[in-house]
């Protein structure tokens, strides 16, 4: 079976403009969760979606976006590039979404290679 | 605001030696886990630790949980080249509603024959 998908493997922008990342869970999972991972640090939480609606949102800024499609499929969209957000975006799959209490069996996620963003 | 850190962030060892990896969380947490990342590789889930004294060894790999202390160690023993990696902990807040994890900085550990 196909594990988590995640497209381009890599990009380069510059400043200023706006990207897109692509993720496609494993089939059946249908919570997607995007992290950020600068070079040298752990990943950091973005988002999390589950059945198309946002269940979390970590401490970034409104430039950064997302959104989940009816396949379970999800777009990570950041606008106005800046040069710290050269990093590693990560997309993490599971059956139900995280959260506290929840069954662990269910949730554990499974990450995808990740797309390696460069902005010059 | 739960925090994780690790340490130490770089452990270079020999072959055949024993090691361990700390954890440390700042407030309640729901559950501790433990993945691995190779070099320009995604991250692999290793263990997950919900309770109070949890152990879990997978090969030469033990990890265990103490949440009154809120600490977690990775224990390596008799470690081989093939375990070179960085190691991450990663904790879940338990103060409710779908989050994220919430990740150290790793270890980035060097084992050398």
């Known amino acids: 079976d196909a594990g988590v998908t995640q497209s381009p493997t890599h990009l380069i922008k510059t400043r200023g403009q706006h990207v897109t990342l692509r993720c496609s869970p494993i089939s059946g999972h249908k919570s997607v969760s995007w992290y950020q991972q600068v070079l040298g640090q752990g990943p950091q939480f973005i988002f999390q979606y589950y059945e198309k609606e946002e269940r979390g949102r970590g401490n970034f800024p409104d430039r950064f976006s997302a959104r989940q499609f009816p396949n379970y499929s999800s777009e990570l969209n950041v606008n106005a590039l800046l040069l710290g957000d050269s990093a590693l975006y990560l997309c993490?799959?599971?059956?139900?979404?995280?959260?506290?209490?929840?069954?662990?069996?269910?949730?554990?996620?499974?990450f995808g290679a990740g797309t390696r963003l460069s902005v010059l | 605001e739960l925090k994780v850190e690790q340490n130490p962030l770089f452990l270079s060892m020999q072959e055949g030696k024993n090691y361990t990896i700390y954890c440390n969380y700042s407030t309640t947490s729901d559950r501790l886990y433990w993945y691995r990342q190779d070099p320009g590789k995604s991250l692999e889930s290793l263990f997950v630790l919900l309770s109070n004294g949890a152990v879990k060894q997978e090969g030469r790999l033990m990890a265990s949980l103490d949440t009154k202390a809120r600490l977690s160690t990775l224990h390596i023993t008799a470690a081989v080249h093939d375990l070179s990696a960085t190691y991450f902990c990663?904790?879940?807040?338990?103060?409710?509603?779908?989050?994220?994890?919430?990740f150290g900085k790793g270890t980035h550990l060097i084992i050398q024959p």
């Open positions: 993490a799959s599971s059956l139900s979404p995280l959260l506290a209490g929840g069954e662990v069996s269910k949730n554990i996620q499974y």
């Open positions: 990663a904790a879940l807040y338990s103060g409710g509603g779908a989050d994220g994890l919430t």
